[in-house]
């Protein structure tokens, strides 16, 4: 069992900047061997991956998000981060945590998920 606990959503003007957090605990989760992501999903649209952590360090992100976005993780590896600057009306969405041990799963369809944090961007 993994489970995985969002935090840190709420509203933001246009321009600015928003921090979420994501706790990851269970029996299962290996802090070290679990690669972890940021998914969200705006209304009447898909769910859309938007920054990934591999457990070595790398990251990657999506077009939508590079440059403006910051995806991190604790020492300890349990604590996800993901830092939104200059947002815009468009990121306006449900942000999830997501989590697998493995990498291709990871980036299309993860094991784990958090029960998902509202964003909301104002112009």
């Known amino acids: 069992q993994v489970q995985l606990v969002e935090s840190g959503g709420g509203s933001v003007q246009a321009g600015g900047s928003l921090t979420l957090s994501c706790e990851a605990s269970?029996?299962?989760?290996?802090?070290?061997?679990?690669?972890m992501a940021w998914f969200r999903q705006a209304p009447g649209q898909e769910r859309e991956g938007i920054a990934f952590?591999?457990?070595?360090?790398?990251?990657l992100y999506s077009d939508s998000v590079k440059g403006r976005f910051t995806i991190s993780r604790d020492s300890a590896k349990r604590t996800l981060l993901l830092q939104m600057h200059s947002v815009k009306p468009e990121d306006t969405a449900i942000y999830y945590c997501?989590?697998?041990?493995?990498?291709?799963?990871?980036?299309?369809?993860?094991?784990?998920w958090g029960q998902g944090t509202q964003v909301t961007v104002s112009s």
């Open positions: 269970g029996p299962d989760f290996i802090s070290g061997g679990f690669y």
């Open positions: 997501a989590a697998s041990p493995l990498w291709y799963r990871c980036q299309r369809n993860p094991n784990y």
């Open positions: 952590s591999q457990s070595g360090g790398g990251t």
